[in-house]
T-cell receptor, first 115, second 113 residues
Framework: GNSVTQMEGPVTLSEEAFLTINCTYT??????LFWYVQYPGEGLQLLLK?????DKGSNKGFEATYRKETTSFHLEKGSVQVSDSAVYFC??????????????FGQGTILTVHP | SQTIHQWPATLVQPVGSPLSLECTVE??????LYWYRQAAGRGLQLLFY??????ISSEVPQNLSASRPQDRQFILSSKKLLLSDSGFYLC????????????FGSGTQLSVL
């Protein structure tokens, strides 16, 4: 079955530091990959996605590249801000068929950015 | 625009008591609806999904049930809560055209004591 493994947190960084949150997956077929973010007191929201190998998803300065050869989808940002403090979830989903958009999530990584 | 409402935000219930969490979606019709749970230190786990009124699929065996009495209403229930039901419950919806991104509610933190 499908599974997602994220680097364990929490991750604590100073403002303007470089961020990497590792994510690897196992899946059948050709899944789509996602990063969701949960800001304090809010629900999850989609941050970025990639639907095929070598695709790069990007949003709000965050990037992640779909690496089929290493089954990875690591999240990166060159310069984090205090407002990036949140919980980040890596997820995968299989399109079409009877999947109905079901996602498999990693356990989440807490990021705290200090001024 | 579409919105999703989930309540309550927090809930503390004794073991053996019933549970009812409600989720409603506005601004769209015939959405796919989902209940996820995040137990402490673990990832989000899909509990139920629904592709239409009265159509519920369960992903994992458990002490919980779900119902969809109306197109945009999704309810998570239990007759008798267990300690292991504690967790963070998230309702979500998506479109029905193949794979669509999920839109999540703000979640309910359930503590069973």
């Amino acid at each position: 079955g499908n599974s997602v493994t994220q680097m364990e947190g929490p991750v604590t960084l100073s403002e303007e530091a470089f961020l990497t949150i590792n994510c690897t997956y196992t899946a059948t077929g050709y899944p789509s990959l996602f990063w969701y973010v949960q800001y304090p007191g809010e629900g999850l929201q989609l941050l970025l996605k990639a639907t095929k190998a070598d695709d790069k998803g990007s949003n709000k300065g965050f990037e992640a590249t779909y690496r089929k050869e290493t089954t990875s989808f690591h999240l990166e940002k060159g310069s984090v801000q205090v407002s990036d403090s949140a919980v980040y979830f890596c997820a995968l989903g299989n399109a079409g068929g009877t999947s109905y958009g079901k996602l498999t999530f990693g356990q989440g990584t807490i990021l705290t950015v200090h001024p | 625009s579409q919105t999703i409402h989930q309540w309550p935000a927090t809930l503390v219930q004794p073991v053996g008591s019933p549970l009812s969490l409600e989720c409603t979606v506005e601004g769209t019709s015939n959405p796919n609806l989902y209940w996820y749970r995040q137990a402490a230190g673990r990832g989000l786990q899909l509990l139920f999904y629904s592709v239409g009124i009265g159509q519920i699929s369960s992903e994992v065996p458990q002490n919980l049930s779900a119902s969809r009495p109306q197109d945009r209403q999704f309810i998570l229930s239990s007759k008798k809560l267990l300690l292991s039901d504690s967790g963070f419950y998230l309702c979500a919806w998506s479109g029905t055209g193949g794979f669509e991104k999920l839109f999540f509610g703000s979640g309910t933190q359930l503590s069973v004591l």
